[in-house]
C-alpha cells in the first residue's frame, strides 16, 4: 500500500444534535456567524430553528439565502462579497449538498479570492478558509464531511470538482431529526447518492483499509434500511441511512470516485440533473466496465448486497450487480439516460464525455476510460 | 442512540510516511519544533532519522529527551517548563505511548499552566494546546490518534487518565516500517494494548456504529495477523497491525473503555506494568464478568474470532471469550496475576482497587463494577 491520508471534521452525530450549533460556532471563535441555507430549508423551517439556537447562545448572525441546487460560479462570488462586506468570520450552514458546496465556495473566495475556476481540481486552494461548521439536512451528499466541492462553471456548463483537505468543515453536525421533514423521493435520492459514493471509493486506484470498511457498512446500511426508511418512515431506519451517509463520505473525501461521477459531474452541469438522479441509470454500467480491473473488489460488494459467495469472485460480482440493478429498479427512478435527456439534445453527449474524462474524479477509475469509453457506456445506458 | 461525538486526527499512514513529518510541522506553522522522544527510539535510529527530515525541510527544533516508560507528573511539568524556556512552538513526538502521553501532558501544562493533576478525568483542559504531530513507533498505544493521555501521579501512585478532544493531535504519522525495529515482546504487547482497546471500545455504553466498525475490524486484523507477524515479521503483516492498532485507537479514543482498563491503570501506577503485560491477564476475566450486560456484543467479538457462530448469542460469546484466553496462551505471555505481582504485595490489590472504580474508564463498562467486584476479580486471575 502507497502512503494514504485521512481527513475527516469533528463529527457529532445523532437526534437533536442541531441544538450544538450555536457552541459550536462559539468554540470555533465565532462573532459573527455567515450563516447559509436554502428557500426549502428555510420553508421547512430549520433556518428559523437554527437561528434560535445561535439566539440562544447568544451568537450574532448575518444570512445569505442565495442558494439554488447545484450553485452556481457567480452565487458563490456574490456570497464571498457579501461574507467581506459584513465582516462575518465563522460559516454555519444548514442544507443538502447544494448549501454546503455554497457555504464551501463562498470560504474558498473568502479567503483566497479570484474566481471559484481558478481552483478546479485537486489542492489549488493555498490559504486557510474561515472556520466552517455544516450541517447536512440530507443522507447523501456527504459535503459535510467530504474534501469535495462541487460547483457549476456556467460558461463552460460543467459541475466543476474542487478537492482539497481545508474543505473538510472543522465540525459536521448529522442530526436524523431533520430527515423527518424530507420527501419520499430525496430520501432515495440521497441514499442512491450516497451508495454511488459508497461504491466508487471501494473500487477507486487510492482505496485505503480506512476507507474501505467505511465502504462496504455503508453499503450494507443502505441495502437494509433504505427500502424500510420508505416504507415506514421510522426515525430509526432514518439514523441508519444518515449513519450511512456519514461512512460513505468518510470513504469517497479520503478515496476520491471513479468514472461514474466524472459522467454524473458533466451530465449534472449541463442538465441541471442531480446526482441522484444519474446514479441509478449509470453506476452499474460502469461497475461492469470496470469488471477486468476490479474483479475482487466487486465481489466483495456482491458478498455484501448479497449476503453470501458464489462459486468464482466474478459470479459474485456480477451477481452483485444485477443486484443492485434489481435494488434501483425496485423504487420510482430513471434507469435509462432517454428518460432524463430529450433525443434532440443526445448529440451532446458526445461533448459531455469529453469534459468527464478530465474530471478528477476519472483519474482514480480502477479501469483507464477514454471519452470514447465513457461515451460507450452512455450509448448502453440510453 | 444518544448524541455521539467522533473527532480523529488527520492521518498519514504507510511505509515512509515518517517523510513528510517536516511538511506537516511547518504546515502547522512550526518555527521552532518540540521534539520528544526517549533513549530507546534514540537508539534505533530514529531520532536522528527525524532530525534529518526536519533539517531537509528546513525546520528549527530543540530536543527533549527526557521520557521514560510510564511518564510521571514532574517529568511532563518540567518538560513544561523547558518548552516555555525555549520559545518553541509545534510539539512533534515519536515513540510509543510513553513518549506521545508526555508530549500530550506537556502541551496541556506549557499552554493551560498549573500541574498535570489538575487535569485528571473528562474534559477539564479549557485553553487550545500547541499543534502537535504524533509519529507512533508501535501498534498498540494509540496516543497518536485518541483524545487519551495516561500520566503517572507518583505521590498517589496511579495512572491519571485525562480524556478531552483537544488531546487529539493535529496530525498523526503512523509508518509501518518503522515496526522492523521493535523486539518480538514488543510487537505482541502492543497489539494486544490494540486488541484490548477495540475490545472494551466495542462492549462500551458509549459504543457508536462509527467505533463498532472500528473495533470489530481490529479484532479480526490482530487475530489474522499478529501470529504471522511474530513468525514472519514480514512488513505486510506488520502493517496489518499498524492498520489495526489505528482502527482500535479511532474506537476506544471515541467510545472511551471499560472496567478492564480502569484496573490495568491502577494496577500499572502501582507496578509500572506495561498495558500489554495487564490485558492478557485480565481481559477475558473482564468480558466473563460483563456476560449478562453485554451478551449480543460479546456474541459480535465471538464471530469475529471464530469466524462462524453457534447456537445462541451466549455460547458464541462464551466461545469467543475461550478462543481469545487460548490466543494469549500462544504467546509467551504472563496469564495470572501472580506472575507479575509477589505474594507479599497482594494484599495492595484492595486499594488499587478502590483507585480502579474512580477511573473515568470504569464508567462505560458495560456492568456496573464495585471496587469489591473488581477485586473479586483480580482474586479469580491471581
Chains 1, 2 share one sequence.
Not at 442541531?18 to 423551517?45: H, M, P, T, W
Not at 481558478?118 to 464531511?145: F, H, K, Q, W
Not at 450511512?244 to 466524472?262: D, I, K, P, T, W
Request: proline share 4%; aromatic share 6%; with cysteine.
Amino acid at each position: 500500500m502507497n502512503i494514504t491520508k485521512f481527513a475527516i471534521p469533528e463529527i457529532i452525530f445523532g437526534r437533536g444534535s442541531l441544538n450544538y450549533a450555536g457552541q459550536c460556532a462559539l468554540r470555533l471563535g465565532a462573532r459573527k456567524v455567515f450563516l447559509v441555507s436554502d428557500a426549502g430549508i428555510e420553508k421547512a423551517g430549520w433556518v428559523q430553528r437554527l437561528m434560535d439556537i445561535l439566539k440562544k447562545e447568544g451568537v450574532e448572525w448575518i444570512y445569505y439565502p442565495g442558494v439554488t441546487p447545484n450553485p452556481r460560479d457567480v452565487q458563490v462570488e456574490q456570497g464571498a462579497e457579501f461574507y467581506l462586506k459584513n465582516g462575518a468570520d465563522v460559516i454555519v450552514a444548514i442544507g443538502g449538498g447544494s448549501a454546503m458546496d455554497t457555504a464551501k465556495g463562498i470560504a474558498i473566495i473568502a479567503s483566497n479570492g479570484g474566481h471559484i475556476r481558478d481552483y478546479e481540481g485537486a489542492n489549488r486552494v493555498s490559504r486557510p478558509l474561515p472556520p466552517m461548521v455544516l450541517i447536512t439536512t440530507t443522507a447523501g451528499s456527504g459535503s459535510d464531511i467530504s474534501q469535495f466541492c462541487i460547483i457549476t462553471d456556467v460558461k463552460r456548463a460543467v459541475k466543476m470538482s474542487i478537492i482539497t483537505r481545508t474543505l473538510v468543515p472543522n465540525i459536521s453536525i448529522v442530526d436524523p431529526l431533520i430527515l423527518r421533514t424530507k420527501s419520499e423521493t430525496l430520501i432515495i435520492q440521497s441514499a442512491i447518492d450516497a451508495l454511488a459514493h459508497a461504491v466508487e471509493a471501494y473500487t477507486s486506484t487510492i482505496a485505503s483499509p480506512f476507507t474501505e470498511m467505511q465502504s462496504l457498512k455503508a453499503i450494507d446500511l443502505i441495502f437494509t434500511y433504505l427500502p424500510r426508511a420508505v416504507e415506514t418512515r421510522s426515525i430509526d431506519c432514518l439514523e441508519k441511512l444518515s449513519i450511512a451517509a456519514v461512512s460513505a463520505s468518510m470513504a469517497f473525501s479520503n478515496a476520491s470516485l471513479g468514472a461514474e461521477h466524472a459522467l454524473a459531474h458533466s451530465l449534472g452541469g449541463r442538465f441541471d440533473m442531480r446526482h441522484g438522479v444519474v446514479h441509478p441509470i449509470l453506476l452499474t454500467a460502469v461497475m461492469r466496465f470496470n469488471l477486468d480491473y476490479a474483479e475482487k473488489k466487486l465481489a466483495d460488494i456482491g458478498r455484501v448486497v448479497l449476503n453470501k459467495t458464489l462459486d468464482s469472485p466474478r459470479e459474485t460480482a456480477l451477481a452483485g450487480i444485477e443486484r443492485l440493478e434489481a435494488f434501483f429498479a425496485s423504487f420510482n427512478v430513471s434507469l435509462k439516460l432517454r428518460q432524463e435527456i430529450s433525443e434532440k439534445d443526445k448529440h451532446i453527449l458526445k461533448s459531455i464525455c469529453k469534459t468527464a474524462v478530465n474530471d478528477a474524479c476519472n483519474l482514480t477509475n480502477p479501469r483507464p476510460a477514454s471519452w470514447q469509453e465513457l461515451l460507450a457506456i452512455c450509448q448502453e445506458v440510453w
